[in-house]
């Protein structure tokens, strides 16, 4: 699988195209598209592969963040840039709450949404992970930050093997992040008080929806995910037990048999 090609969206949307086949999806990332822009990763294909690997068969568009506003400016973003229906509408883990809130605003232009590793609330310890975060930047630590955002592998030796490459990466590791000050600002609105808007939007969401987590996600737990299938009027809900929010990374596969069967049936 080769990417198609990576850039901006209407001179403002980051995104990386790729993939290939009958079926188009467009994929709303999680927070590393905060951290970093899309368009100025060095490595696009990375991310490609990822999406490819849980969307065989789909022509797939990853769209980012411009950063700087709330939900609605990122809900208007993505409706700027799409303009016809697309068959999957999936948001990963923070882009979960921007999907809901897209396919609640333009049900026409969604005909299934999947929410992965995402849901429209943090748990009590997916709380306490984002004021971490937070507290990172406060102090200008991206190394902290991504700490807090990459150690989430259940397999112990894939944590091992991430500390290896941020050991060795010294500061070239942080070095696409966006200011640790925008991000922080970013931060303070996406997950302040906006965040309780989203179980409204998840009761709006007229399509087809399809939550898939892991029982062991370190920010979305069981509660979470069987919350939001509940709230979303037309949910499936799949769980794989003791997977963490590396959920799509680890059994790729296995999500990507989970997406393929709500897409048909």
């Not at 951290?35 to 022509?59: C, E, F, N, W």
Request: hydrophobic fraction near 45%; aromatic fraction near 10%; include cysteine.
């Amino acid at each position: 699988m080769t990417v198609v090609e990576s850039g901006l969206l209407q001179g403002r949307v980051p995104y990386i195209r790729g993939g290939s086949g009958p079926r188009e999806a467009l994929v709303l990332f999680g927070v590393n598209a905060l951290l970093k822009r899309l368009d100025q990763t060095s490595d696009p294909g990375r991310y490609a592969r990822q999406v490819a690997a849980i969307l065989p068969g789909y022509r797939f568009t990853i769209l980012g963040y411009a950063g700087g506003g709330g939900y609605g400016d990122l809900v208007r973003d993505v409706a700027a840039v799409v303009d016809r229906p697309v068959d999957l509408l999936i948001g990963i883990s923070f882009g979960g709450f921007v999907a809901v809130r897209f396919a609640a605003e333009y049900p026409e232009v969604v005909r299934r949404l999947v929410l992965l590793v995402s849901a429209h609330r943090f748990s009590d310890a997916g709380r306490r992970s984002v004021e971490g975060q937070m507290a990172a930047l406060e102090g200008g630590d991206l190394r902290r930050l991504v700490s807090e955002n990459a150690l989430l592998f259940r397999r112990p030796w894939y944590n091992a093997l991430v500390r290896l490459r941020f050991a060795m990466g010294g500061e070239s590791v942080t070095l696409a992040f966006r200011q640790a000050a925008e991000i922080l600002r970013d931060y303070r609105v996406l997950f302040g008080a906006e965040l309780a808007e989203n179980a409204a939007y998840c009761r709006r969401v007229v399509s087809p929806a399809l939550v898939i987590g892991g029982t062991g996600d370190q920010l979305f737990d069981r509660t979470c995910f069987e919350e939001t299938a509940a709230l979303i009027p037309k949910a499936q809900l799949r769980l794989f037990e003791g997977e963490t929010h590396m959920l799509p990374v680890e059994r790729s596969r296995d999500v990507a048999r989970a997406i393929a069967a709500f897409a048909d049936y």
